[in-house]
């Protein structure tokens, strides 16, 4: 095992796992002698690691709930995807401005102890994507570090991307990482079509990050979402602001379809810019759905549904 050092890191590693380690397990795993093992525990404690025991033929070692919170001991992944959702989260994505401030305060402790290799994995990854206030779960995190490494390094990108229509292996610039309408995209020059593409990360597999470098094109807009919402839906002809009574993550997932930007506001409601053709399609929307909202903006859409709502009503009179 080495030093007591790295004996120390990796007992501490096992029992963060949560399970319940025999003390022969224990011993073997991290090459101690029962001895040093249980003085290694009693180093544990001392530290503030609430690590109970268990004697007799089933005895056991598990690490449970403390009345303080101990240092940690994080993996390489586990270190990187915690100061980046930290990141996100600090950013808005919970809709509470007190969570917000805490994930930034940690966010930046965490930032602060990082080794040189995992920050610069970290800075690359908040170099490279567009942190949106918008709700929503992170992607598969491997993917994102491979995407946001190639993009730090200038490296074309290949990978298998699925449509509707068939599968085909795409060569590409990458540029950047953002979300849109509930979903993670990859921004990037498409060399087989000569053009600007944009690509689902969920449809992304077998990713490969090649060692050709390339120049970054200048990108199409500075406003990198907006451009791509309108060459998502064209150009609307309404932009409608409702305050929905439902976080952002519950109103993605029971609206009949989103169309624009889902923002928190608090951690049980939401503020939906809908960016429409018509007004009939988002007031079928709104009916389809069983979440109560009020109208922001603007002041057509609002005598539009009364207007509709007052002649429901006359059909629900019993007749004479």
């Known amino acids: 095992m080495g030093s007591p050092r790295a004996r120390m890191l990796r007992l501490l590693s096992l029992l963060q796992s ?10 073997e795993t991290t090459e101690s002698t029962p ?57 808005g994505a919970t809709g509470h401005e007190e969570t917000a401030n805490a994930a ?7 930032h602060r102890i990082l080794p040189p290799k ?51 292996r795409r060569e590409v610039e990458p540029a950047r990482l953002l979300r849109l309408q509930q979903r993670w995209y990859l921004f990037s020059w498409d060399r087989g079509r ?21 120049h970054p094109k200048m990108l199409p807009a500075d ?36 169309d624009g930007t889902l923002e928190p506001v608090s951690e049980g409601e939401c503020r939906y810019i809908a960016y429409v053709d018509s007004y009939e399609w988002l007031a079928l929307s709104l009916m389809l759905t069983d979440i109560d909202f009020i109208v922001e903006s603007p002041g057509a859409f609002r005598a539009y549904l009364a207007m509709h709502a007052s002649r429901m009503l006359r059909g629900t009179r019993s007749p004479k």
Do not use: C
């Open 194 to 214: 000569s053009d600007w593409r944009t690509f689902r990360l969920d449809r992304i597999d077998n990713v490969h990050v090649g060692s050709e470098h390339y």
């Open 18 to 27: 949560g399970r319940q380690w025999t003390a022969t397990d224990l011993a």
């Open 118 to 168: 995992l920050r610069k994995t970290v800075d690359a990854l908040i170099a490279t994507t567009d942190i949106s206030s918008t709700a929503g779960a992170l992607p598969e995190f491997g993917l994102v570090k491979s995407i946001a490494e190639a993009i730090t390094a200038n490296r074309i990108l290949t990978f298998d991307y699925a449509r509707a229509s068939d599968d085909a």
């Open 104 to 110: 930034q305060r940690a966010e930046a402790k965490l």
């Open 223 to 258: 406003d990198l979402p907006a451009y791509l919402r309108s060459q998502f839906r064209g150009i609307p002809e309404h932009t409608v602001v409702l305050t929905l009574h439902a976080s952002a993550e519950d109103a993605a997932e029971r609206l009949y379809r989103v």
């Open 35 to 91: 001895r040093t093992l249980r003085r290694d525990i009693e180093f544990l404690r001392d530290l503030g690691y609430p690590v109970q025991s268990s004697r007799g033929p089933g005895g056991y070692y598990q690490l449970v709930s403390g009345r303080a919170l101990p240092p940690l001991m994080l993996e390489d992944d586990e270190a990187i995807a915690t100061v980046f959702s930290l990141k996100l989260a600090a950013s």
